[in-house]
Structures are given as structure tokens and as C-alpha cells.
């Protein structure tokens, strides 16, 4: 089996502010990020799919405790946004301070952009990840 969007090409897409999915040719389901296989029934069969990078937050965290290599990035706010196209992505939120995040969060509109993170011990090297603004 082949990567049909790998994950290099899913952040070279991120890193223009495009949300790069895979639609299933079996059941029409979006997979983002990208998988070898369709997360809801599993067929290979997937073609590469652009995603528009708007959503609703459906939960959030705000972290305090940093990854090692991390210190400078707390606190922040990491969000699980449902997409308008259906799939569940996570990213960091801007434009709120992490400190005055509450539950009037959830349900709020975002629209995606990205942030490049620089390589660390855990990583392969820079990636860029979806980093949501809030809209409305
Ligand atoms: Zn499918």
C-alpha cells in the first residue's frame, strides 16, 4: 500500500493555508489528516480532496505544561474542530488569551490557518500544523 497524500505534501499544503484531505471512493468519506486508508470504512481507495479550513470547536484544552523544547509556547490552546466537510481536526487556537479560555469556546466558529513548527528530539524536522483563528 502507498501513501496517496503523505504527510510531507499534507504540510507543504499547510504551510499556504491549504487543508489537503483524502475522500474515499468507496463511501465518499473525508480523512484528514491524512491516513492510508479512509477512517471510516478502511478502503484504500482514496483520492486527494481540498478541504475549505472552516469549523466549529467542539472541545479545547489549554496546556501549561510543555513538551521539552516547548518551554517558550505556554500556555496555549489546542481545539478539536469538526470541519464543515465532517472530519474532527486538531489544532492550536490564536487570538484568545489561554488564560481567559472558558467554555464559551465550544461551538464557536474558526476559520484554519497554519503555524511552522520548528523540528525537536520528538520530530523528523519542521512541520507545519493547523493553528484556527476564531471568526464572528
Ligand atoms: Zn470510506
Redo the contacts with the bound molecule.
Keep these: 500500500m502507498e501513501y496517496k497524500l503523505t504527510f510531507k505534501q499534507y504540510s507543504e499544503a499547510l504551510k499556504q493555508d491549504k487543508l489537503m484531505g483524502l475522500k ?6 473525508l ?1 484528514v489528516p491524512p491516513k492510508m486508508v ?6 484504500p ?1 482514496l483520492e486527494i480532496a481540498e478541504l475549505g479550513g472552516g469549523g466549529k470547536i467542539r472541545t479545547f484544552t489549554t496546556v501549561y505544561v510543555a513538551a521539552e523544547g516547548r518551554e517558550s509556547e505556554i500556555p496555549y490552546i489546542v481545539v478539536m474542530v469538526e470541519l464543515d466537510e465532517g472530519p474532527w481536526l486538531m489544532g492550536n487556537l490564536e487570538g484568545i488569551d489561554p488564560k481567559q479560555a472558558g467554555m464559551e469556546l465550544i461551538g464557536r466558529k474558526v476559520k484554519m490557518g497554519h503555524k511552522v513548527f520548528a523540528g525537536d528530539k520528538y520530530s523528523a524536522g519542521e512541520a507545519a500544523r493547523p493553528l484556527f483563528k476564531l471568526v464572528g
Design positions: 474515499c471512493r468507496a463511501c465518499g468519506s480523512t479512509c477512517r471510516n470504512c478502511a478502503s481507495e
